[in-house]
């Protein structure tokens, strides 16, 4: 059977024999919708649902499928309605519904438009097989042995494991299993990104305006009278104060489109506002996940037209999915010298703050990828190289492999970082390891060591967004240092082989004087990483109670 899209699959809630499909018209449409509506200032739960509909085609039958509720419903409403024969009937139902509730005809001749107080259209991505999906033959032969080492095939096992991805996103109020709707799509991602950066500069013109009426009424000198001074406080706060609330409306607004575009599954709980900066974040990171849940479901999709191609040749699952990835991974044997020192490096660099966890090493593999070797001038060009920690959820890992790190899309709102779009590493094994979210119950995960070509590195005790362009023309710089008050001695690094620096050793008082407690290192162009390393590590929690 041929892979079917999340598009174009009859959903088996529909109760149709597995002989129906998704109907086609000539111009190879679907006719399959999938719409969400959140609004979040509406009564005392918030309108939170969706409305998906199928016109089916069973032989010469045809039937229009409906179901709809609150996303994330176990037991959504449902109906299906039979037209027999007519198709033309079939389709004067599906139409009208979609009229009815997105205010767009069908089927779209242009870009999906939004109406207000209507549903949205959920892009669904055509290219992502649904893993209800028969599988073939191939992949029902279990008893063939893998060729890979069994290390290797451990980790494979943990960052493809779809049910713990599962969990690991149910955290972040999405349910990959459960949620009614289907993979969505880069543009709606991209989209998603679009609303954060509104959502950013909205909160930035809040905290403006706070400012503003703070500076107003701070104490005036001495020869002004006070009612002189209660009338400029009422004069200039009383329009601020008005503004603030605008924006504070349109961010419950911008929240709800958010949601609606990138459903969330809060059960009958009102969906909360995006209304702090660290929202954002957390935001930004969901649309991260989600992005590389897309990469990782393209790579299955892949290897799934790859075993149907060369039927005839056995290849275990694993094996598959390694060669998906193209990345070398081999084992690195204990004994080595550069296994004593990423242990020595894992062992010294706990950050004292952190005592939440202890770690410890299950295995370390080498990698290679070979598009690095693409930009291989570049990143030699660039010196002073340093082996530093990057941290990311289970879900990241794979997308992380096969495209490597990447920088922020430009969509994404420059706020969300520190230090502006770039790839970010730590010397401080346990600071990126906070990044992996682990939990007591969920407590796997794995870091990556990259070697990373720094050059001149521009220190900065604050906040400050940078972009590759801004620091190579006003600083004359290669990278960002954020400084951390906490570092190892570098009468105590390690240098391994081609000249790069280990920064092992205990940490003490450095001469950072900002925010930080630990360093951060930070650089904007891909050509400047290389992953050299993946550990793979137990996060040993002192209280279970206690999450990362």
Not at 195 to 221: D, G, R
């Amino acid at each position: 059977m041929a892979a079917r899209s999340a598009a174009k699959r009859v959903d088996p809630l529909s109760g149709c024999p597995s002989s129906a499909e998704v109907y086609q018209d000539g111009n190879d449409v679907a006719w399959s919708f999938m719409l969400n509506y959140t609004n979040i200032s509406f009564g005392t739960y918030g309108n939170n649902k969706f409305y998906m509909v199928q016109l089916i085609q069973n032989g010469n039958n045809y039937m229009v499928f409906r179901k709809w509720g609150r996303v994330g419903a176990k037991n959504p409403q449902r109906a299906l309605e039979h037209y027999n024969t007519s198709l033309e009937k079939a389709q004067a139902s599906f139409t009208k519904k979609f009229l009815d509730k997105s205010g767009n005809e069908w089927p779209l001749t242009g870009p999906f438009e939004k109406v207000e107080g209507k549903y949205v259209l959920v892009e669904l991505d055509d290219e992502v097989p649904e893993e209800e999906e028969e599988m073939s033959d191939v992949e029902k032969e279990e008893e063939v042995l893998s060729t890979l080492h069994e290390t290797v095939q451990d980790v494979l096992k943990l960052i493809c494991d779809a049910d713990l991805i599962a969990r690991e996103v149910a955290n972040m109020n999405l349910d990959l299993k459960r949620l009614p709707l289907g993979k969505l799509s880069k543009a709606q991602i991209s989209q998603g990104y679009a609303l954060l950066q509104q959502l950013s500069e909205a909160l930035k013109e809040i905290e403006e305006l706070n400012k503003v009426i703070a500076s107003t009424q701070e104490e005036p000198p001495a020869k002004r009278t006070a009612p002189r001074r209660s009338t400029r406080v009422k004069r200039v706060a009383k329009p601020n104060a008005a503004q603030i609330r605008r924006l504070k409306t349109s961010l419950k607004t911008l929240s709800s489109d958010f949601y609606t575009l990138i459903p969330h599954d809060f059960g009958r709980n009102l969906p909360p506002p995006i209304d702090s900066l660290d929202e954002v974040k957390l935001k930004i990171d969901l649309l991260e996940v989600l992005a590389n849940i897309e990469i990782s479901q393209k790579l299955q999709a892949e290897k799934k037209r790859n075993a149907k191609k060369n039927a005839g040749a056995k290849l275990n699952s694993l094996d598959a999915q390694y060669n998906m990835l193209n990345v070398k991974m081999e084992p690195l044997p204990e004994s080595t010298e550069e296994f004593n020192i990423i242990e020595k490096y894992v062992e010294t660099t706990h950050a004292p703050t952190h005592v939440q966890y202890k770690l410890r090493i299950k295995s370390v593999l080498k990698i290679a990828r070979p598009d690095e070797e693409e930009f291989k001038d570049v990143f030699q060009s660039v010196d002073n190289h340093k082996l530093l920690w990057h941290g990311s959820r289970l879900s990241n890992v794979i997308g992380i492999l096969s495209k490597g790190l990447r920088v922020a899309p430009p969509e994404a709102p420059n706020n969300g970082y520190m230090f502006g779009k770039g790839i970010y590493f730590a010397d401080s094994v346990s600071k990126s390891a906070n990044y992996c979210w682990t939990t007591p119950q969920n407590p796997k995960g794995v870091l990556m060591l990259a070697e990373v070509a720094l050059g001149t590195p521009y220190k900065a005790q604050e906040a400050e967004d940078l972009t590759y362009a801004t620091l190579k023309k006003t600083k004359g710089c290669d990278s960002t240092h954020g400084v951390g008050r906490m570092a190892a001695p570098e009468e105590d690094y390690e240098t391994i082989e081609d000249g790069v620096v280990v920064p092992v050793g205990e940490f003490v008082p450095s001469d950072g004087s900002g925010s930080l407690l630990y360093n951060e290192f930070i650089v904007y162009r891909q050509e400047q990483v290389k992953l050299r390393y993946l550990v793979n590590l137990d996060f040993l929690y002192e209280d279970e109670e206690e999450e990362a």
